[in-house]
């Protein structure tokens, strides 16, 4: 599965806000990141740079859906990327980031 520095970095927020909403502890988000570390060296997540031209994809997408959808600039980089990277599938919580996928036709899970 491919992870962008994009998304790690997404990865890494999320878990922290868990601690700041208190919604987990310091010591559930540190073991969480070191499960995470397990998976990148055990090679089911690898770290892919993102795209040079990430951008003017993503900015082609926000003419063509951003008024009609509302997605947001990370939505759109994160599908740009992996359209750019030939992800089979794309994973999503976010109900406006898996719309925008499957419209720019990614199978979303």
Known sequence: MIL?????????????LRVFRKEAS?????????????????????????????????????????????????DILHVSSALLLGAERFWTFDARQARLAEDEGLQVR
């Open 4 to 16: 962008t520095p994009l998304t790690e970095l997404e990865l890494a927020n999320a878990l922290e």
């Open 26 to 74: 310091s010591v559930e988000i540190r073991a969480a990141r070191a499960e995470m570390q397990k998976h990148i060296q055990g090679g089911f997540f690898s770290i892919v740079a993102m795209p040079v031209t990430v951008h003017e994809l993503a900015q082609r997408i926000a003419f063509r859906q951003t008024a009609a959808t509302g997605v947001r600039t990370l």
